[in-house]
T-cell receptor, first 115, second 110 residues
Framework: NAGVTQTPKFRVLKTGQSMTLLCAQDMNHEYMYWYRQDPGMGLRLIHYSVGEGTTAKGEVPDGYNVSRLKKQNFLLGLESAAPSQTSVYFCASSLGHTPSTDTQYFGPGTRLTVL | RKEVEQDPGPFNVPEGATVAFNCTYS??????FFWYRQDCRKEPKLLMSVYSSGNEDGRFTAQLNRASQYISLLIRDSKLSDSATYLCVVLPGSARQLTFGSGTQLTVLP
């Protein structure tokens, strides 16, 4: 099992460009999440999904869109990148049955720089 | 006030030392608590859950104090491989999304 994978690992964008980050998991998990991590800020939830075809906003959703067309994939889109979106993006997944004991498994991250 | 607050450190300790980290949370209705570990430029990984009665996993002990709204992590007999950032994580109330602290950096020195 590969667990949670993310593509790409690194990306540099110019302001205004768009891109899509792909997250894939092979653990048959129901829940998937997108976080961003900035120095001194901890991980902040952008969007999440509780199952195929569903998405919901997290703490910092502005400027991002997501889609969960297949259970194993969760896509994060930036329509018009801004320098404030320079960050490390982590995808995670969990079984989703019992949040209080659910372990989230993280992908290796995508380092995005917006110039 | 941040929902989950941690001392960022860094904590620099010699091998074999005992080190403790504290974390405070603001939502008194929080139900579940965890410690995650994050190595430099890597993804976070679950270290241990924190139970009301306190729990131990080898050299690691986690405690919860609901009255004062803090959790702690104690590491005994520190190893070089314990060097990492330790993230305090809380599931607030009935929410289904975790809230992460910004982490405490630990460096174990030879």
């Amino acid at each position: 099992n590969a667990g949670v994978t993310q593509t790409p690992k690194f990306r540099v964008l110019k302001t205004g460009q768009s891109m899509t980050l792909l997250c894939a998991q092979d653990m048959n998990h129901e829940y998937m999440y997108w976080y961003r991590q900035d120095p001194g800020m901890g991980l902040r939830l952008i969007h999440y999904s509780v199952g195929e075809g569903t998405t919901a906003k997290g703490e910092v959703p502005d400027g991002y869109n997501v889609s969960r067309l297949k259970k194993q994939n969760f896509l994060l889109g930036l329509e018009s990148a801004a320098p404030s979106q320079t960050s490390v993006y982590f995808c995670a997944s969990s079984l989703g049955h019992t949040p209080s004991t659910d372990t989230q498994y993280f992908g290796p991250g995508t380092r995005l720089t917006v110039l | 006030r941040k929902e989950v607050e941690q001392d960022p450190g860094p904590f620099n300790v010699p091998e074999g030392a005992t080190v403790a980290f504290n974390c405070t949370y603001s939502n008194s209705a929080s139900q579940s608590f965890f410690w995650y570990r994050q190595d430099c430029r890597k993804e976070p990984k679950l270290l241990m859950s924190v139970y009301s009665s306190g729990n131990e996993d080898g050299r690691f002990t986690a405690q919860l104090n609901r009255a004062s709204q803090y959790i702690s992590l104690l590491i005994r007999d520190s190893k070089l491989s314990d060097s990492a950032t330790y993230l305090c994580v809380v599931l607030p109330g009935s929410a289904r999304q975790l809230t992460f602290g910004s982490g405490t950096q630990l460096t174990v020195l030879p």
